[in-house]
């Protein structure tokens, strides 16, 4: 059996954290290049540059956060991180989350964009019009959000254990895209998909047969239906879907789920929305977008580099170890999502937000355990919760804000 190790630093996170400071430098670089270049990439677009105008105006938030990142990661090096009940764990981890996510921004923009889903556009309708305020709206779209982290742990113990869940908690609670999960949909259609790899994993476990089973994939099928009307980048997560059952050998749970989620379209369609040809028309919008503006090639090289670095030196020890993890079915959807990101048809005036709900999700292998859990001949591993990691990238989000 695996067991959660002591809070020791090993080398190999420093040196995760010196290859991604390298990175953020070449990633500031190359948009400094950009910005001086080019119309299309500048301010509006880039909204966390830092020192827009050298003025600094100190808030709740810059209070706020990095008091939450302190106590997480006191929290986490603690002993009593590795006996906490699971269930308290994933309410502690969503409070943490909900703290954290607020502190760092909460400026929610309920302007509909053209790359916007028709289902999304008639959320955050309904959302404005039950809010009534845009603290209210903030606060909405900030609690729906934040329960990506959890669903995600739900995810990650059902495909890698509960020890390597339980270190990769403070990663996920901290994790500097937080700071763009909040500004609209976006955040919410990560939930959804979060919420889709979670019922998936559940629903596939060893133990889940016949009825059971049936109805769990059914209803995984219609929760990817859901999150891909919300979004179409969420199409991508049917990817790692399918990985999930293919790797757990459950033929029948692809075709159940992929029954429910085409029912979902197919009755969104029966009211007039039809979503395959919404993605047609977005995607040539996007080429069209291109064909106009020649500057929108620099999100060929921004887009992936953008990313990387939302996602904090986690990402470096994760990529590292996605062939020898346990984590892979979980992270293949984002990972043809982050490569395929110019193909998207992503939005030009807000690029980097429609790929907040990839981030969680491409550092789970970062405590996936080698070899599987349960695997025959397996050895047991300590699994030692990166604090080294979280605590860098939650320090470069902290640095965003305050200079942003």
Not at 68 to 73: E, H, K, P, Y
Not at 100 to 110: E, F, I, R
Not at 238 to 248: K, N
């Amino acid at each position: 059996m695996d067991t959660l190790a002591e809070g020791r630093v090993r080398p190999h996170q420093w040196r995760d954290i010196v290859i991604w400071l390298a990175l953020l430098v070449m990633t500031l670089a190359l948009t400094s290049v950009a910005v001086s270049v080019s119309d299309i990439v500048g301010p509006s677009t880039l909204p966390w540059w830092p020192a827009q105008n050298l003025s600094l105006h100190v808030t709740v938030g810059m209070v706020v956060a990095p008091l939450t990142a302190a106590a997480v990661l006191w929290a986490a090096n603690r002993p009593a991180a590795a006996r906490m009940p699971w269930h308290n764990l994933l309410v502690l981890s969503y409070l943490a989350s909900l703290t954290w996510s607020g502190a760092l921004h909460t400026n929610v923009d309920p302007t509909p964009t053209p790359t916007d889903t028709p289902g999304s556009i008639g959320t955050i309708g309904l959302l404005v019009d039950y809010t009534g305020s845009q603290a209210g709206l903030a606060i909405t779209v900030t609690a729906i959000s934040c329960l990506a982290v959890p669903l995600t742990l739900v995810a990650v113990k059902s495909v890698c254990g509960p020890v390597a869940a339980r270190a990769l908690a403070p990663v996920l609670v901290l994790g500097p895209w937080a700071a763009w999960t909040t500004l609209g949909m976006d955040g919410i259609a990560a939930a959804a998909c979060a919420a889709v790899l979670a019922a998936g994993a559940m629903a596939s476990e060893r133990h889940v047969k016949g009825f059971q089973a049936f109805w769990g994939a059914a209803a995984t099928g219609g929760l990817l239906g859901v999150a891909a009307l919300l979004s179409y980048g969420a199409a991508w997560f049917a990817v790692s879907l399918l990985c999930l059952y293919f790797a757990r050998r459950r033929p029948w749970h692809i075709l159940t789920s992929a029954a429910a989620a085409l029912s979902v379209l197919a009755v969104a369609a029966a009211f007039g929305s039809s979503w395959p040809a919404g993605l047609v028309d977005t995607y040539n919008a996007a080429i069209g977008e291109v064909a106009a503006n020649p500057g929108q090639l620099w999100w060929l090289l921004l887009m992936p580099a953008l990313v990387c670095t939302a996602c904090g030196p986690a990402i470096v020890e994760s990529l590292r170890r996605l062939g020898s993890g346990s984590a892979w079915p979980l992270m293949t959807g984002p990972l043809l999502a982050l490569l395929l990101a110019p193909l998207s048809g992503a939005n030009p005036e807000r690029p980097e937000y429609g790929w907040v709900a990839l981030c969680p999700w491409l550092v789970v292998a970062v405590t996936a355990s080698w070899p599987r859990p349960g695997a025959r001949g397996g050895r047991g591993r300590s699994v030692r919760a990166p604090l080294a990691s979280a605590a860098a990238g939650a320090c470069a989000a902290i640095v965003m804000m305050y200079s942003g």
